[in-house]
């Protein structure tokens, strides 16, 4: 891809990730280096205590920061890597994970999340703080979303 | 809890997780200081070329440290945080992810995971690695898996 | 310590790092959950290209999250772990390391930090960004910094 | 450099770096895919309390997993990015770090590195353990060690 992809492209490759499908993730936000994730708090994600769990709030801090990496023209985003550091139980109405892209480089970006709780009043709670490093993989079949 | 907790015990805990029924994780080795998690690999934990989710990748590795950290009697062990770097992309048979506490502290311990790609034969390849910090917190409820 | 330590107590704990001052490193800025260090760039620091090492900007890195979580009264700060992604080569006059608690816990403090190189004439240059978690100990002495 | 790099080599390349020079690092094992340094705990390494920095363990971690990742013939190697969790304060005679190459890809590395104060009589305990990623630049002047 050698335009700028825009957000009803990178909605098309989020509904093209069958695990995002599965968890009900939606692409609300996406361009200039940033890109919004977000889906809906339901039972099946949840862990033993009725949190949303650990995994799930992961999955989304990595895939809203591949995604961030994928706002600029070339090629296509692969997670290299990420750290992520949770600081409050997460429920709510839904998960939001912004993500932006804090340096783009030629082979490498790297990119900060912030997860947070949304209650039913819009009230965002941060849940968890992630930072990521995303590699640039030719368009050939071979990687990892 | 002020036995040891053994793998029956640690079992019914997985399936206590909503999240980790929906993926269909097994926890098939858990007991000094280490915890083997395995999950299938299903058309719907894959992301858009095929491969298994990134996302899923974290989870069962941040499940699996938590699990080798719980595997000491005392008070529940919740992710503080973790890093995770890919190596290969995932597929094959199933998923294997294999923790071990490196220090087991009052406060916190420090764990290690590989997580394989298993292929129809039971051959390893290596996909990911992770290191993480998992906190232990009363058996009041309010916590993270 | 009960009290909120101020910028001068900060600075003798500074000072009291046999570390610290062989690199030369200065508190600028302490309290409501941010510091700043900053520490001139001389021969000394380099790697084998002539920018300042990793490690260097590492320890600042470490160094300024710990103070940062040290801003509110409580417990002295020990760092339990953190993540650096380097995102440019470091030079210039100075190496500046801004670090800001994200979630102050009980037991944990959350905390990220932006390190800048900055020129003769001040103009910063993002260089590195780290996440960290700083533990809180008792009083007693077997910590770190 | 086209050939495999040698202990001798490797060794040139550490006395390049004032910095590992300024804390007087000895790369004592290098070769296959893994590295190690180590360094003696000196008062000027140390932080208020008596023990060896959190910088000065995680500038060790960093510098071995670099070399470590350089054992191979190729591009010099350069740091992404580290992880490192601090499992024990650091004392003794000296500081020991290694590392070796968990994976080597075209143009990654990922590292693990384990970090042991070594006392008096030859006796290692376990510091802090690292998990880190290295790219590869073309021999121009421009990196990082």
Same mark, same amino acid.
């Given at each position: 891809m050698n335009d700028t992809p825009d957000?009803?492209?990178a909605q098309k490759i989020l509904a093209a990730q069958p695990?995002?499908?599965?968890?009900?993730?939606?692409l609300t936000a996406f361009g200039a280096g940033a890109a919004?994730?977000?889906l809906?708090?339901?039972?099946e994600l949840r862990q033993q205590y009725?949190?949303?769990?650990?995994?799930?709030?992961?999955?989304v801090a990595e895939n809203a920061m591949a995604f961030a990496a994928g706002t600029e023209p070339g090629d296509r985003p692969l997670t290299a890597g990420? !750290? =992520?550091?949770?600081?409050? $139980? *997460? @429920?709510?109405?839904?998960?939001?994970a912004r993500a932006r892209v804090v340096r783009h480089g030629r082979a490498l970006a790297v990119c900060r999340c912030d997860v947070a709780s949304v209650g039913g009043d819009g009230?965002?709670?941060?849940?968890?703080?992630?930072?990521? !490093? =995303?590699?640039?993989?030719? $368009? *050939? @079949?071979?990687?990892?979303?």
């Amino acid at each position: 891809m050698n335009d700028t992809p825009d957000l009803a492209f990178a909605q098309k490759i989020l509904a093209a990730q069958p695990f995002s499908v599965l968890l009900g993730t939606r692409l609300t936000a996406f361009g200039a280096g940033a890109a919004t994730l977000e889906l809906d708090d339901r039972a099946e994600l949840r862990q033993q205590y009725g949190y949303v769990h650990g995994g799930v709030i992961a999955y989304v801090a990595e895939n809203a920061m591949a995604f961030a990496a994928g706002t600029e023209p070339g090629d296509r985003p692969l997670t290299a890597g990420f !750290t =992520i550091d949770y600081v409050r $139980p *997460a @429920g709510g109405a839904l998960l939001r994970a912004r993500a932006r892209v804090v340096r783009h480089g030629r082979a490498l970006a790297v990119c900060r999340c912030d997860v947070a709780s949304v209650g039913g009043d819009g009230t965002e709670t941060l849940c968890a703080v992630a930072q990521g !490093t =995303i590699s640039f993989a030719p $368009p *050939a @079949g071979s990687g990892r979303a």
